[in-house]
């Protein structure tokens, strides 16, 4: 199953977190009260989101946390690649394939296609939208129930 790991998630709500208030700087203990989620568990997170780039901190008695750019400039994939590493659904997805049967595979080209088209799904969907303060437009179309096959009395 495809999954995206607790701490990635706990690191998405955390960069919502900031997203809800850009211009101020939050403390990690108040990142923390305001996600419900362990001090430990949100300075580990964000320290990797700063390393990462997508989050800044000033040091100081007044300094704390935000967002280094604009929720709507961060989309979805970029959160996944700073948390997870890069994004590959298989071996021979990723862009440094070390998958040994790679030349005789024939299922590997629609892998790489699959790849693609879920990394493009996730650039579209920004922090804002996963944040609530934007509503994500579908560009793909929802999934719809097929229709029950019935069968009369007089079949």
Not at 109 to 133: C, D, F, K, P, Y
Request: contains cysteine.
């Amino acid at each position: 199953m495809l999954r995206i790991s607790k701490l990635t998630d706990y690191g998405t709500v955390i960069l919502a977190c900031l997203a809800a208030q850009p211009e101020r700087l939050l403390t990690a203990a108040e990142v923390a009260e305001r996600t419900r989620l362990g001090l430990p568990t949100v300075s580990k997170l964000l320290k990797k989101l700063h390393r990462s780039g997508l989050v800044v901190s000033t040091r100081g008695s007044h300094g704390g946390y935000q967002l280094a750019c604009p929720p709507t400039d961060i989309n979805a994939a970029r959160i996944l690649e700073a948390l997870e590493g890069p994004f590959a659904l298989t071996e021979c997805s990723g862009e440094a394939s070390t998958c040994g049967i790679e030349d005789s595979c024939q299922v590997g080209h629609a892998w790489q296609r699959v790849n693609a088209a879920i990394r493009r799904a996730l650039t579209e969907i920004s922090l804002a939208q996963l944040a609530g303060a934007e509503r994500a437009t579908p560009t793909v179309a929802p999934l719809t129930r097929m229709p029950r096959a019935t069968s009369s009395a007089t079949d």
